[in-house]
DNA sequence: TTAAGTGTTGCTCT
DNA sequence: AAGAGCAACACTTA
């Protein structure tokens, strides 16, 4: 679950329910998911802070503290849950957070891919991991999104995927916002001409905000989706939801892309 | 029962 | 040196 749209919502969940709230208690459940802190150092680091406020950067979640902040990763299925005063901790909780009021917000990591720790600023975390531009940035324009895909010499795909280039794409949206921007995934990077990467660009942000809008309802319902996403038909067996074609796979670095040989032409 | 899977890191081979 | 491929992490679902 967790590339761009998912960790916007979790980022919303925490300024809409967590924001101004104080620390009553911090409960490390799996060391496991500890970065760069023992249990007992951030369980006492959190005890009494206060959540200033929430940002994100590509998949990257920061909880904004009095001094500095709780960064979080989510790997492949991770995911940030607001437990109600007296609500059961969900399976695979490594983190909760414990409000005064009894409330709680609760990390979830099944396969405990990702992690947390503390960080200084989001600027120092950001620059330690190496991230390029978030994606959803307003400052990140054409301008900069044509001149990352010049420089590629790999395929369009690998090229947004690329978390040092560019931050918020996995798998899943690259192959969605390729698909709305009807781009080969493995047409090389910088051989798209200038229409097509302005093509791309604004599938990019057009098609990030209405997963962020999609998700943000809370309802479920995929009839809730844009009717032409690809997304609902991506996997084996699955059809163009514009043409009907069946959908072409193909497997790189040991993840599958999913495409639409008709639409998405070289 | 087996295989595939949303992400990242680190290693190897070219 | 850059890029591709793969295994590992732990667990769910088809």
């Known amino acids: 679950m967790p590339e761009l749209p998912d960790v916007e919502i979790f ?63 989510f790997g492949m299925n991770g995911s940030l849950r607001f437990v109600p005063r007296g609500g059961a901790e969900p399976p695979y909780t490594r983190l909760r957070l414990d409000f005064d009021d009894g409330d709680g917000l609760a990390y979830v990591n099944p396969r405990r891919l990702g992690g947390v720790g503390i960080c200084e600023s989001v600027e120092g975390s950001v620059n330690e991991l190496g991230l390029g531009p978030d994606v959803l940035d307003p400052g990140f324009d054409l301008e900069a999104f044509t001149a990352i895909l010049a420089g590629g010499k790999r395929d369009v795909k690998a090229v947004l995927m690329d978390q040092q280039l560019m931050a918020g794409l996995g798998n899943i949206y690259s192959d969605e916002v390729l698909f709305q921007a009807r781009l080969h995934p493995e047409v090389t990077a910088r051989n798209l001409r200038s229409e097509a990467v302005a093509r791309l660009f604004r599938a990019m942000r057009k098609t990030l905000n209405a997963a962020i809008e999609y998700g943000a309802g809370s309802e479920r319902g995929v009839d809730q989706l844009p009717k032409d996403f690809l997304l609902p038909q991506r996997h084996r067996g699955g059809h163009c939801p514009r043409c009907g074609t069946g959908l072409a796979a193909g497997k790189r670095s040991g993840r599958t892309g999913y495409y639409c040989p008709h639409c998405q032409q070289k």
Do not use: T
């Open 11 to 73: 980022n919303r969940l925490v300024l809409h329910h967590c924001r101004g709230r104080a620390i009553a208690q911090a409960v490390v459940s799996d060391p496991g998911i500890l970065q760069g802190i023992s249990s007992d150092a951030l369980e006492q680091r959190l005890k009494g802070e206060q959540i200033r406020s929430s940002a994100r950067h590509g998949k990257h979640l920061f909880i904004l503290l009095k001094a500095g902040a709780l960064a979080m990763h």
